[in-house]
């Protein structure tokens, strides 16, 4: 099997610098371009697994909430259970959203309707009649890149964040110590830039280097680095020997900038995975002076959303997970005066089929329902077309519920883009389908 240049840096740092964690080098900046002093960040929360969003935003009204529940069958929620949107009076919530719904009812949520790859605008007919859709749907692999990288197919090397810090990295950061993207969740093609490459940290360990050897762990991590050093004359060993000195400067330099902040006030979930990711961005963002950098990109993740059985139950912990964490995060984004200067933002792979399967579980779908969180949201709202809900009907691409998208994920993306800084002349480079769809900007942000 081939192994791209992205898994070889991955596995080659890994090796090389024995367990420390694959923190790459940003690339060559243009020390002479005008930089800017104000600041923004872009955090994404990749739901992994294809989150059901037909029970994450669900019809309230007694029509709507009817024909969900008569479809849903075993999978539909109590409508006395949900929670519902004041601004929003005809949907609601799943029960296990409480802190979203207080941020939706306050104005710092939103919601994106229906959501997915697409490379045209496209509809259930046309669909059906084999006009050009993106490859391999209903893939998890192929699904969460082309989702991470905004192309037809799973095959393109960068991510749209990536590219966005190709543009940018001329205008923003030219004096920072540290790359613009970094991933809290490990290595993701949704960073990885052309000129560019994240910092992958582990939350709680912004050293970034591991080792269970005990007092013999200095020895071992010098011996590693004084290893860098040495002139193998072979370019690509070259190559990642300076890929592994970089990570050990960005895990000293992230060390010793996080040592020396005021611990937030802001109290974070205990024994939730995504919560200590979110305050691990959280902890860089409050050094962001000392690291020199105007604009960030943080990823971030939480999984297993694939409940193709006992769903009712799966999801249930899996959203009463991601509610508190987005919520402290905010409120830690409130504590540090930057609320209007971070947007958080989920993907995932794809929604879930709104037939239930035979195991009360749902199978892999297409279109889905996003949250954008922060002050600059304008919030209470709910973006795009919401399906209907409808088997065989006008928005489904078979007999299933699996809603063709109403809104392309490259939109999306494009709305965070041009929020974050980058020009419209920019986008096709960095979304080359954007130039299809009559809006690259859903006014959300």
């Known amino acids: 099997m081939s192994a791209n240049r992205r898994t070889f840096i991955k596995c080659a740092s890994l090796a090389a610098a024995g367990n420390v964690l694959g923190l ?9 371009a005008q ?35 008569s479809i849903r069958g075993d999978l539909a ?44 605008p ?27 990288n905004a192309a037809q197919s799973a095959s393109t090397q960068t991510g ?39 910092v992958s940290i582990s939350p709680g360990n912004v050293g970034a280097a591991s080792c269970s050897e005990g007092s013999e762990c200095g020895a071992r991590q010098a011996s590693a680095q004084a290893l860098l050093t040495l002139d193998t004359g072979v370019s690509l060993v070259q190559a990642d020997d300076t890929i592994t000195t970089n990570a050990y400067a960005y895990a000293k330099t992230l060390a010793d900038a996080v040592q020396s902040i005021t611990p937030l006030q802001t109290v974070f979930p ?18 962001r ?24 139950a799966l999801q249930s912990t899996l959203l009463a997970e991601i509610s508190p964490a987005l919520a402290a995060f905010y409120n830690a984004t409130v504590e540090l005066n930057v609320a209007s200067e971070v947007t958080t933002f989920t993907m995932s792979d794809f929604s879930r089929t709104f037939q239930p399967n035979s195991n009360n579980g749902s199978d892999h779908a297409w279109g889905s329902h996003h949250m954008v969180i922060g002050g600059a949201v304008k919030g209470g709202q709910i973006y795009g077309t919401y399906p209907m809900l409808a088997l065989a009907g006008p928005d489904d691409s078979g007999s299933n519920g699996r809603w063709v998208p109403s809104t392309a994920s490259s939109q999306y993306a494009a709305t965070l883009a041009q929020w974050f800084g980058v020009p419209a002349a920019d986008l096709p480079t960095i979304l080359p389908s954007i130039g299809n769809f009559s809006s690259s900007n859903l006014g959300f942000v």
């Not at 790459?24 to 002479?32: D, I, K, S, Y």
């Not at 989150?51 to 029509?63: E, G, K, Q, R």
């Not at 719904?101 to 939103?110: G, P, V, Y």
């Not at 995975?273 to 963002?285: D, K, S």
């Open 24 to 32: 790459r080098p940003f690339g060559a900046l243009n020390a002479l």
């Open 35 to 69: 930089s800017s002093t104000d600041y923004k960040a872009l955090v994404c929360v990749f739901l992994f697994g294809g989150n059901d969003a037909n029970n994450t935003l669900i019809p309230f009204d007694t029509t709507g909430y009817g024909n969900y529940s």
């Open 77 to 120: 929620l109590a409508q006395n259970t949900l929670l519902p949107l004041t601004p929003a009076p005809n949907f609601a919530l799943n029960p296990n959203l409480p802190d979203i719904q207080a941020l939706f009812n306050s104005n710092n949520a939103a919601f994106v309707a229906n959501v997915g790859t697409l490379i045209q």
């Open 122 to 148: 496209l509809t259930r007919t046309q669909y059906l009649a084999g006009q050009t859709a993106p490859t391999n749907l209903f893939s998890h692999p192929d699904q969460q890149l082309e989702w991470q």
């Open 160 to 198: 749209w964040a990536g590219r966005i810090a190709d543009s940018l990295g001329a205008t923003y950061n030219t004096g920072a110590s540290i790359p613009m993207i970094t991933s809290v969740a490990g290595d993701t093609l949704f960073c990885n830039g052309t000129a560019t490459s994240p």
């Open 270 to 287: 205990a024994n939730n995975g995504l919560a200590a990711q979110l305050q691990q961005i959280a902890q860089i963002i409050q050094v």
């Open 289 to 312: 002076a000392a690291l020199g950098v105007q604009r960030q990109i943080f990823f971030a993740s939480l999984g297993n959303f694939d409940t193709h059985a006992d769903q009712l």
